[in-house]
């Protein structure tokens, strides 16, 4: 059940792409609508992401996001959200990121996925997202919520398409055969010291979970995940603030390592 009209939609989508563009936090939409559901949320995403579309860019992949404890811990939430992934968020391995054009960023250690086939929910689950992997990679994601302090509700981060800010790949792609990823070991690091770890199971028992609940959210907005998508399964362990003068990585075992600096 949805409780905006598409106008309202439309006007809440275009704050949000305004206040990312303009690089400066607004407050949760909630404090203005307390009675949006996920409904509207993915609504509002959507317009977003349309928004960005009509500024030249082309969503290249998807992101699941609060799917492990350490996240929903952080951020006081406990259900996993979707979100879209654009070109123009890619940033290369060992490249820097300007500071300047971010509100308040954070750094996330992520396996990511890039699929072979169309996955297409509902009914999704772990064996045919393995079955669809073309490979597995290290994948850095910087998040920089719009609203102010980071603070939010599930429909207020969703509506925000989920934090998306920036991603990092790198690493060696790896096929899923005869790879646990549940028990492969992950490890932050900023400025050269470790500073969070896990392992793949701290994404919801199993990063392809994350993979599966995304293709089922996808359905439920009447879309497919597409062949060649790239989809991040979410932060392992909680997300660390960085500033400019920050060099962060993940290593990830058997994957290999993925690097970013900030300026
Ligand atoms: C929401 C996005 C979370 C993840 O990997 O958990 C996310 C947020 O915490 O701002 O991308
Ligand atoms: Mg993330």
């Given at each position: 059940m949805?409780?905006?009209?598409?106008?309202?939609?439309?006007?809440?989508?275009?704050?949000?792409?305004?206040?990312?563009?303009?690089?400066?936090?607004?407050?949760?939409?909630?404090?203005?609508h307390?009675?949006?559901d996920?409904?509207?949320?993915?609504?509002?995403?959507?317009?977003?992401?349309?928004?960005?579309?009509?500024?030249?860019?082309?969503?290249?992949g998807?992101?699941?996001?609060?799917?492990?404890?350490?996240?929903?811990?952080?951020?006081?939430?406990?259900?996993?959200?979707?979100?879209?992934?654009f070109?123009?968020?890619s940033?290369?391995d060992?490249?820097?990121?300007?500071?300047?054009a971010?509100?308040?960023?954070?750094v996330e250690?992520?396996?990511?996925?890039?699929?072979?086939?169309e996955?297409?929910?509902?009914?999704?689950?772990?064996?045919?997202?393995?079955?669809?992997?073309?490979?597995?990679?290290?994948?850095?994601?910087i998040?920089?919520?719009?609203?102010?302090?980071?603070?939010?509700?599930?429909?207020?981060?969703?509506?925000?398409?989920t934090?998306?800010s920036?991603?990092?790949?790198?690493?060696?792609?790896?096929?899923?055969?005869?790879?646990?990823?549940?028990?492969?070991g992950?490890?932050?690091?900023?400025?050269?010291?470790?500073?969070?770890?896990?392992a793949?199971a701290?994404?919801?028992?199993?990063?392809?979970a994350?993979?599966?609940?995304?293709?089922?959210?996808?359905?439920?907005?009447?879309?497919?995940?597409?062949?060649?998508?790239f989809?991040?399964?979410?932060?392992?362990?909680?997300?660390?603030v960085?500033?400019a003068?920050?060099?962060?990585?993940?290593?990830?075992?058997?994957?290999?390592?993925?690097?970013?600096?900030?300026?």
């Open positions: 949805s409780t905006l009209d598409a106008a309202e939609v439309e006007r809440l989508a275009r704050h949000l792409e305004a206040a990312e563009h303009e690089v400066r936090a607004v407050s949760k939409i909630t404090d203005e307390p009675e949006l996920f409904s509207d949320a993915y609504a509002i995403q959507r317009a977003l992401c349309q928004v960005r579309v009509e500024r030249g860019h082309r969503v290249v998807y992101k699941a996001g609060l799917t492990s404890r350490a996240k929903m811990q952080q951020m006081g939430v406990d259900t996993p959200v979707f979100g879209r992934v070109d123009d968020m940033v290369a060992g490249g820097e990121v300007d500071t300047s971010l509100i308040h960023p954070r250690a992520e396996i990511a996925f890039v699929m072979k086939r996955l297409r929910g509902p009914g999704c689950h772990i064996g045919a997202v393995l079955a669809a992997t073309d490979f597995v990679v290290p994948a850095l994601e998040i920089d919520s719009r609203y102010e302090n980071f603070r939010f509700d599930l429909p207020s981060v969703v509506a925000d398409n934090s998306a920036r991603f990092v790949v790198g690493g060696v792609p790896a096929s899923v055969a005869g790879l646990d990823l549940r028990s492969l992950i490890v932050l690091e900023k400025n050269g010291e470790p500073v969070a770890v896990a793949g701290a994404v919801l028992s199993h990063p392809a994350a993979v599966s609940m995304l293709v089922n959210s996808l359905a439920e907005q009447g879309e497919a995940l597409p062949a060649g998508a989809v991040m399964s979410g932060g392992a362990t909680e997300a660390v960085v500033a003068g920050d060099a962060l990585s993940a290593r990830v075992q058997r994957l290999g390592q993925v690097g970013v600096r900030f300026k």
